[in-house]
């Protein structure tokens, strides 16, 4: 053929070859092959879903396994393929977004822990109680105007080399994303200033502690040195946990919402919420056990009993930052190992190989060369076809392989019960996709429609001509068949299906299995008599014939476990940035609370310097202070990340994306993570310690008199 010019309107990144179906069909013998029929209505009022036309279709007998398709139906499935990756994706996002109402809320409090005199002042010359918080308002607002113009700027930034560097899939390779880029147009300016209006909202919020709590403090008051006296109490906020609580655990029972587990994110926030109201209560009771003797001690065992609160507000921003780290932390090291477990059971044999894009399966005749090759001791053949059983989502992958009926969890990873073979019908088992999607239930009997089209992986290839495969007039349009059992497929989340290979090719009328990959076996090498399993590889690939090894892709089992866990290192690579960027929120809340409570405990320390407790001894009062509420923030927030973890692991990651996983969480990791986040706050608590008392105290007791 000549090359005739270029498509403007092409995908940058796909291959595509346009030509007349005439020259096509002259080239390739395929004249009675017609794979699609393009209909443009002639009366535009009968556009609507074509129920019209399917109805006059299914009178023809030839025309029962025509699928009718909008033009936009390709999009809208894979936008439903990655849309649960794009929502817990912005949920993460949110989740970084959100523990920036501690950070905003400390610098607050910082704010008006210093500003109280002047303030108070304020007050005293007649400024009216909601013209202080107005002014306290503007104050955090500019905050956040400032935060939200930087964060967008940096937002987009980074998506621009995110999108260069790895694209839309961030460099998975699960999604097609090929020339994603960042566009200046008006979604772009949308989205800024949505997640700009976010972050205002996040420093209102923030401020709102702060701002009421100066509204209940009197302009005298505040001359003096007064604090604003809590609101609530560590009982009452423990049973506004419990309530909350009980909300999230009814979340759980929620059906997800368009295949969104709307109730289980409801859940999660919930679940966090209560767990950061609950820390007053947990912190007073442990000091109710605080035994150990000696002055600072004492002091410390005090405070925390008479104001809890003023100690779990501290801690707060930590706390949240740390329990939803453990948690992502835990479903993403469960996850790793559930795939990687996977990959054992599904990857029996020693080298793959896969029938490339655009070329025929094989026949019995290559199936017989490959399997006389040298070196093997078993061969295994399978066949991969696509089914659409639903036009707004993405088809169905139909896996003809060789099993055992019986016993089929020695092939299969199954999970739950497994029932024996059918005695009249086809046995199938079916991924965990396909319970949630379509309900195929363990035990059920559901049509299977004929594919149309064989894939080797996702990607379409031509079938060979009916006559070939064996398909005529009498050939069903779809069978009946059992499904016997579920098993675990995270390679494919919109759904698989597994028959055998015989029960396959009675039931569909198929006079042979045209193989899309083979599994190949080697004979296990003999120290001294055979060469290396390397060189064992290679001999096998040499033994090829050249014509069939150009329509191959091949890859030994290490090759495919290597990449598919590469690929999944660098689909999670954004989460670990996320749970950096929120510890780091974290700890500069910290040090932003400490800040403001050393600011307003000035006058405490000089009294406690002129009753004889040396300078040291109020250095070490405070770090015994930040070392052991930071430690019990720490142990809390893993404790209630563990709960997280188990949201997202049994109830988040199966609504989602309809696979299921055994938590095995990484111990060592989160524990030196906890510890390194424990050093890191002592350190900033001792650089706010030494700021405090380079403070003259004599000039602090001067100002209270």
């Known amino acids: 053929m000549t090359l005739g010019g270029s498509l403007a309107q092409a995908t940058a990144g796909r291959d595509l070859l346009v030509t007349d179906i005439a020259s096509l069909q002259e080239a390739s013998g395929l004249h009675h092959a017609v794979s699609r029929i393009d209909i443009r209505w002639k009366e535009p009022e009968r556009s609507g879903n074509g129920a019209e036309l399917l109805a006059e279709l299914a009178q023809d007998r030839q025309a029962t396994s025509l699928l009718l398709v909008r033009p936009d139906d390709e999009a809208e499935r894979m936008s439903n393929l990655s849309r649960a990756y794009r929502v817990n994706l912005g949920i993460l996002a949110l989740v970084a977004l959100l523990t920036g109402v501690f950070i905003v809320q400390s610098n607050m409090q910082l704010l008006a822990s210093r500003q109280l005199p002047s303030l108070a002042i304020l007050g005293v010359l007649g400024a009216s109680r909601h013209q202080i ?26 998506a621009w080399i995110l999108l260069a560097r790895t694209g839309g899939d961030l460099g998975s390779g699960l999604i097609r994303s090929s020339g994603a880029s960042v566009r200046a147009d008006a979604s772009l300016l949308f989205t800024a200033l949505f997640h700009g209006a976010l972050g205002v909202g996040v420093a209102w919020l923030g401020a709102l502690g702060p701002v009421r709590a100066m509204g209940r403090l009197s302009p005298i008051a505040a001359l003096k040195g007064a604090l604003p006296a809590p609101r609530a109490s560590a009982a009452s906020l423990a049973w506004l946990a419990a309530a909350l609580l009980g909300m999230g655990a009814a979340g759980l029972v929620v059906a997800p919402l368009g295949h969104l587990p709307i109730g289980a994110y409801a859940a999660l926030a919930l679940w ?216 675990r497929d995270y390679a494919r989340q919109s759904g698989s299906i597994v028959i055998e290979r015989r029960q396959w090719l009675a039931s569909s009328g198929r006079a042979q299995l045209f193989a899309t990959d083979v599994g190949w076996t080697l004979e296990p090498a003999r120290q001294g008599v055979d060469a290396s399993p390397e060189q064992q590889v290679s001999k096998l690939v040499n033994a090829i014939d050249p014509a069939i090894a150009s329509t191959l892709e091949i890859r030994t089992a290490q090759d495919i476990r290597q990449l598919s866990m590469r690929i999944f290192d660098r689909s999670f690579t954004v989460t670990y940035a996320l749970q950096a960027v929120a510890l780091l929120i974290g700890l500069l809340g910290v040090t932003g609370t400490l800040a403001s409570q050393s600011t307003t405990r000035l006058r405490e320390f000089a009294v406690l310097r002129h009753l004889g407790l040396s300078r040291m001894a109020c250095v070490r009062l405070l770090l015994l202070e930040t070392g052991v509420v930071l430690a019990v923030a720490l142990g809390w927030g893993m404790l209630l990340g563990l709960a997280l973890a188990w949201i997202l692991i049994d109830w988040v990651n199966p609504q989602s994306f309809h696979w299921s996983m055994d938590m095995k969480p990484p111990g060592g990791a989160i524990a030196l993570g906890l510890v390194a986040v424990w050093i890191a706050g002592m350190l900033s608590g001792a650089l706010v310690i030494r700021t405090m008392m380079q403070q003259p105290m004599l000039r602090n007791v001067k100002e209270d008199w």
């Open 133 to 158: 918080q107005a002014l306290m308002r503007l104050q955090a607002l500019a905050l956040g105007l400032t935060g939200a113009l930087l964060g967008a700027v940096l937002g987009i930034a980074l």
């Open 272 to 487: 966090l919420c209560a767990g950061l109201l609950a820390m007053p209560l947990l912190i007073q009771r442990l000091a109710q056990g605080w035994s150990r003797r000696g002055a600072l001690n004492w002091l410390t065992r005090q405070r925390a009993l008479a104001a809890p609160l003023s100690l779990s507000f501290s801690m707060t921003g930590i706390v949240a930052s740390v329990s939803l780290c453990v948690a992502v932390t835990l479903m993403i090291g469960s996850f790793r190992d559930a795939v990687s477990a996977w990959l054992d059971h599904v990857l029996p044999a020693d080298v793959y190989a896969r029938v490339l894009k655009g070329e025929t399966p094989m026949d019995q005749a290559t199936q017989q060369s490959l399997a006389a090759l040298p070196g093997l001791r078993r061969t295994e053949f399978q066949q991969v076809l696509e089914v659409t059983l639903a036009t707004d989502r993405p088809p169905v992958l139909l896996i003809v392989r060789e099993l055992d009926p019986a016993t089929a969890q020695s092939r299969l990873p199954v999970t739950g019960a497994l029932l024996p073979p059918h005695p009249e019908m086809p046995s199938v088992w079916v991924s965990e996709a396909m319970v949630d999607l379509y309900g195929w239930a363990i035990g059920s009997a559901q049509q299977l429609p004929l594919p149309g089209v064989v894939a080797g992986d996702s990607t379409p290839q031509q079938l060979p001509p009916p006559d070939v495969v064996g398909a005529d007039s009498t050939t069903p349009a779809s069978i009946r068949v059992f499904v016997a059992g579920v098993w």
